[in-house]
T-cell receptor, first 117, second 112 residues
């Protein structure tokens, strides 16, 4: 079955460490996204990629970095510059960038919960 | 999200009761998504509404878009424990289509 796989499900980071969250999709979707979700809040866009080898900053990109070297993969690195990284991170994809306009919506992964220890 | 206001923030209902969740946008809506999220999991796509007055159903969940009011309502009939979770609305913009904005969610508890 096609879908999005995020790993790990739980991640613990020490102060000053960089960590990388994995996101892999086998849906042949062009566009991929990273969102951050804090308790009781909606989703905030960190980075997005409309197509392979291209990505753009979202609303809260500071302290994060991404790459999109393969269509299937969109890893997110949380750097030590991110002062408050404890959150639930969601990866999503859509058929095309403009596919979000149509009745396809986004397909979400099951999330990674990152905690600073 | 400031752009999308959901009400109520949380809701507790007895099994079998009907309920309504609202989502109001401060900006013009091209369309609106509804998603459901179980705690600690990803979002599940329920439906997307684009036309003013459009109404769609997914099992016992019905949503309607009132474009003039920039508002959508999601109605659950005869609620069941399986309906429990957080419901989020997302705004579809006609420019920068992929950069949807999401509401903060309404958490529904269904008491058996």
């Amino acid at each position: 079955d096609g879908g999005i796989t995020q790993s790990p499900k739980y991640l613990f980071r020490k102060e000053g460490q960089n960590v990388t969250l994995s996101c892999e999709q086998n849906l042949n979707h062009d566009a991929m996204y990273w969102y951050r979700q804090d308790p009781g809040q909606g989703l905030r866009l960190i980075y997005y990629s409309q197509i392979v080898n291209d990505f753009q900053k979202g609303d809260i990109a500071e302290g994060y970095s991404v790459s999109r070297e393969k269509k299937e993969s969109f890893p997110l690195t949380v750097t030590s510059a991110q002062k408050n990284p404890t959150a639930f991170y969601l990866c999503a994809s859509s058929l095309h960038w403009t596919g979000a306009l149509r009745n396809y919506g986004y397909t979400f992964g099951s999330g990674t919960r990152l905690t600073v220890v | 999200s400031q752009e999308l206001e959901q009400s109520p923030q949380s809701l507790i209902v007895q099994e079998g009761k009907n309920l309504t969740i609202n989502c109001t946008s401060s900006k013009t809506l091209y369309g609106l998504y509804w998603y459901k999220q179980k705690y600690g999991e990803g979002l599940i796509f329920l439906m997307m509404l684009q036309k003013g007055g459009e109404e769609k159903s997914h099992e016992k969940i019905t949503a309607k878009l009132d474009e003039k009011k920039q508002q959508s309502s999601l109605h659950i009939t005869a609620s069941q424990p399986s309906h429990a979770g957080t419901y989020l609305c997302g705004a579809v913009r006609n420019t920068n289509a992929g950069k949807s904005t999401f509401g903060d969610g309404t958490t529904l508890t269904v008491k058996p």
